[in-house]
């Protein structure tokens, strides 16, 4: 059984950067799909960006694409994501997800195991 654990969350001024980590354990995450969606106080959990973990290629949509980097080590079978420039918005409980199989598509509905979430608040 995969397990998904996020940490990096915290306090952030705004402008500032961050590094968000997923850990997968129990199972490798080659052949999965990482998803990294986010859900702010009082709005739909939505998505942010996917990777695919066996080779790297990443979407990212569209408002998303210019301040968010996500990559893998699959040393650590580990999936990252860097956020820079954070804004008031995006102030949000971020989740990574896994989705069996390859692609870099992550439609929230279709995966399969996800990790508990960390919070990401900004100051202004």
């Known amino acids: 059984q995969l397990r998904l654990v996020e940490s990096g969350g915290g306090l952030v001024q705004s402008g500032g950067s961050l590094r968000l980590s997923c850990v997968g354990s129990?199972?490798?995450?080659?052949?999965?799909?990482i998803g990294w969606f986010r859900q702010a106080p009082g709005k739909e959990r939505e998505k942010v960006a996917c990777?695919?973990?066996?080779?790297?290629?990443?979407f990212y949509t569209g408002s998303s694409q210019d301040r968010f980097t996500v990559s893998r080590d699959r040393a650590y079978n580990s999936v990252y994501m860097n956020i820079h420039n954070l804004k008031s918005d995006d102030a949000a409980i971020y989740y990574c997800?896994?989705?069996?199989?390859?692609?870099?598509?992550?439609?929230?509905?279709?995966?399969?195991?996800w990790g508990g979430g960390t919070p990401v608040t900004v100051s202004s």
């Open positions: 997800a896994a989705r069996a199989g390859s692609g870099d598509i992550c439609y929230e509905r279709t995966m399969d195991f």
């Open positions: 990777i695919s973990f066996e080779d790297g290629r990443t």
């Open positions: 129990g199972v490798s995450l080659d052949y999965y799909a």
